[in-house]
């Protein structure tokens, strides 16, 4: 089981902030993830359908989505951030 933590309007759209799931094999990295995720339902391929713009990270560290996902304790998923 791997914990996928969602932040602000990912989190919004999917409807939950939290979840635990069990990834299929296919599923390697961040990119696997996304697509993975947006075949679950409506909510999450209407919070992940411009999927290039969700940032990840993974045990609290950013990382691009061709990053590997495996032994992966958390992962979060969040829009681009604006500073301020």
Do not use: C, S
């Not at 309007?9 to 979840?19: A, L, Y």
């Not at 560290?61 to 500073?83: C, K, N, Q, S, W």
Request: charged share 30%.
């Amino acid at each position: 089981m791997t914990k996928l933590v969602y932040f602000a309007w990912v989190r919004e759209r999917i409807g939950k902030g939290e979840e635990e799931i069990d990834l299929p094999a296919a599923v390697k990295t961040g990119g696997d993830l996304l697509r993975h995720l947006k075949t679950l339902g409506e909510n999450y391929a209407h919070a992940l359908e411009h999927e290039k713009v969700i940032r990840i990270a993974i045990n609290q560290e950013h990382v691009e989505h061709d990053e590997p996902i495996a032994g992966a304790r958390e992962i979060a998923l969040f829009p681009p951030m604006t500073g301020g």
